[in-house]
């Protein structure tokens, strides 16, 4: 039997300035039947391959801009190529809107086989009710395989890895640890965001230097005309203002258009309480992106960050603080990237970006101790992807990074702890993928990484990457596999179980080794009637070259300061999603062993055994629902229910008296602690500890829920919202102290948010 020929219509859809339209709706229709829809991506790019050929008509829809209907022509196995031009006309926005999101998720449903893949866009990201403001990283939380172990860190844990081994991009430059508030949240302004995208297990081969998950946040460079966007909450004031260059400016540059948007957020805890008490600390952001499309539809984007956070307690009276510290952190990153679209589909790909993060603590009262810590990175890459047939795609790239980072503890003049080195990565990758369309899709990759440290050793790491996925059920379901190597060359040392705090990097090398993960998932996937989706995965992974700091560090030294060991993680994700409709949502239940073992160096035995325990992040059950609904009088609500099994902590079982050894006159005996000047609590007491991690907080669960409503005014929209975190009060614990001064000994609990109700004002125009 023959096996019919395939044909495909693919094209690019850009405005009447030759900028690509992004999100656009693209349908094939043949005598009125709907043959299939689809979006275009970043370079206005769509495709699509069908089993027939004839006369088919193309319906072209986008937001902001007028329908267009083409009549295309196909014969036999032929590719025709189309440059579909959108004229700017105001249009109906709740019919595209809905049938848009639809087609996206559709879309990554038929053409990505292997990654599990989660994105939000900013209008579900303002109806999530959050802590202050909308949080990029703190929507994070509500995605299945994701963990936050506090309410007060938006740092997250993905499927059994560390926090470290998350991949962050914004704009496709890594940034590291972008935490306000030691963590409370992120740097991100939701203001200047479009999307963002979890790649949360199975990623191809294009992305390296991170082990558990991909985090992209791409900006919103606007539509060229002057927007603004302003927002005050109980935390800061923000204002994010856009426009574009003249078309005869942007032409004398060799543009046929230029847009750009520019976002400033400065917190005010530090002007308020002034005329009460003074409150020295202030945080600042300051976010750019620049976006230029040449006549030919190259695409030029600059993206630019700087934030920081500064503490200064030396203002204050030393007489009613006597505590005086000076703590300043920040992020700054700055990115280039060229992008050319290739006729028949792909593109051509070129960046080149810096990124740099950095913390310093001085307590200039005790003898001028110091603290920082910094790291900075460096990149050049290039990535290549091409299409030579409706059924093959072939994607090759390669990036030159070089990291760095110093670490310092100096008090008095002397240096107690340093650790400074640097490495330069030269990372390779050639993936493939080929499709039957509505049957099979594989994706087969390989990278090289060649890591070079100083000090240290060259190493060299080659992982294979390789995803299967199979149609079922007319294309409606899919079950898929996938499986590979991922490589780390970097770490935190940060103490996890610390519910704020700041990254301390450093570099795989002579000072501590690199991670390596295998990883394997298989899912089932499928959607029901167009509105629902659903899907299950199960996955494990292996975990070699954790870290941690060495309890029993020589000083003398230099190298074994720094612990390390492996680790396991297995269990499975559910996800019910509903994508249409007046009510959407989803309801996701996760399952996750997480282990991690080291050798335990502070055993008497010649040759130490290994310790395995339970880290902070293993929680055995995770259950979200969220829910976005229409409300009377033009609200919008927002619903979050979050239930999950308790984390593991190290419990004290009790505490003794100890002794100490005193020799008098050339005699020895013990003398008991507490019998000196000791004025601590526990003076002359040591606390005995259960084995580690092996007890569990209580059950956590909490409510939350958020309204907003659009008020259209001649000017613009002014939106008011308010969000009630924590509805009923659920006092879930943080952690637990001991107090062994009394008889019998008690135990407390302190506990994480209350109550929590929050509001702001935003304003667009």
Known sequence: MLEAQVSTIQGRVRDEEGSA???????????????????????????????????????????????????VSVRGSETVELDVRLPRQAIEMEGISVQAERSRERVRFEE????????????????????????????????????????????????????????????????????????????????????????????????????????????????????????????????????????????????????????????????????????????????????GWTRSGDRVMVTGYSGAD??????????????????????????????????????????????????????????????????????????????????????????????????????????????????????????????????????????????????????????????????????????????????????????????????????????????????VQLGLEGYLDDDWFWAVEAYARSFDGVVMFNPAEDPNDEFDDILAGSGLAYGSDLLVRKETGDVTGWISLSLLKAERTFADILSPFPSPPDVTYSPIFDRRLDVDLVLRYPLPWGWTGGLRWNLGTGTPYTRAVGSYAYYSPQFVQGQGRLEWAGASDATDDLGGYAVVLGDRNSSRYPTYHRL???????????????TPYLDLVNLYNKRNVLFYFYEYDRAPPTRSGISMFPLLPTFGLEVHF
């Open 21 to 71: 339209v992004y999100g656009a709706t693209v349908r094939v229709m043949a005598d009125s039947t709907l043959l299939g829809a689809t979006d275009t991506d970043r370079l206005g790019s769509f495709r699509f391959s069908m089993n027939r050929s004839g006369e088919f008509t193309l319906i072209v829809q986008g937001l902001g801009y007028g329908e267009t209907i083409q009549e």
């Open 112 to 291: 990505i086989g292997g990654a599990t893949v989660r994105e939000f866009n900013l209008a579900e990201l303002r109806s999530l009710p959050g802590v202050v403001e909308a949080d990029p990283i703190r929507a994070v939380e509500v995605l299945p395989g994701v963990v936050s172990t506090s309410d007060f860190s938006a740092s997250y844990h993905v499927r059994g890895g560390s926090s470290d081994q998350n991949l962050i991009l914004l704009d496709g430059v890594p940034i590291f640890s972008p935490f306000h508030l030691g963590g409370f949240f992120s740097v991100f302004n939701a203001d200047m965001l479009d999307r963002a995208e979890l790649q949360s297990g199975g990623f191809a081969a294009e992305h390296g230097g991170r082990v558990s998950s991909v985090l992209q946040i791409e900006s919103d460079a606007g539509d060229g005309e002057f927007k603004v966007d302003a927002g005050v909450s109980l935390l800061a004031t923000r204002v994010a203002i856009g426009a574009g260059l003249p078309r005869k400016t942007a032409e004398s540059l060799g543009l046929a258009n230029l847009k750009w948007r520019v976002s400033a957020r400065r917190s005010y805890f530090d002007v308020l309480m002034k005329p009460v008490f003074e409150f020295p600390y202030h945080l600042t952001d300051l976010q750019a992106v620049v976006e």
């Open 310 to 519: 500064v503490l200064d307690l030396t203002r204050l009276d030393p007489e009613s603080f006597p505590l005086r510290i000076d703590w300043d952190w920040g992020n700054d990153i700055a990115g280039l990237r060229w992008t050319r679209a290739r006729r028949g589909g792909g593109s051509l790909d070129v960046r080149v970006n810096t990124s740099r993060f950095g913390t310093g603590l001085t307590f200039p009262d005790f003898g001028d101790t110091d603290f920082s810590s910094r790291i900075q990175q460096g990149q050049l890459r290039i990535d290549l992807d091409t299409r030579p047939s409706s059924t093959m795609a072939f994607k090759v790239g390669g990036a030159l990074e070089r990291t760095s980072y110093k670490n310092s503890f100096t008090s008095g003049g002397t240096v107690f702890g340093s650790g400074e080195g640097a490495g330069m990565l030269m990372g390779t990758y050639a993936q493939a993928g080929w499709s039957r369309p509505g049957r099979w899709l594989v994706e087969a990759g390989l990278r090289l990484d060649t890591w070079m440290p100083d000090p240290g050793e060259t190493a060299y790491e080659l992982a294979p990457r390789l995803a299967v996925k199979r149609f079922l059920s007319n294309g409606d379901v899919a079950l898929k596999l996938a499986a590979g190597r991922y490589t780390q060359f970097i770490h935190s040392l940060r103490d996890e179980e610390l519910p704020l705090g700041l990254d301390i990097w450093v570099t795989a090398g002579a000072r501590a080794p690199h991670v390596v993960s295998d990883q």
């Open 704 to 718: 939350d829920v958020s309204f907003r409503r659009d008020i259209h005014k001649s000017w613009g929209v002014l």
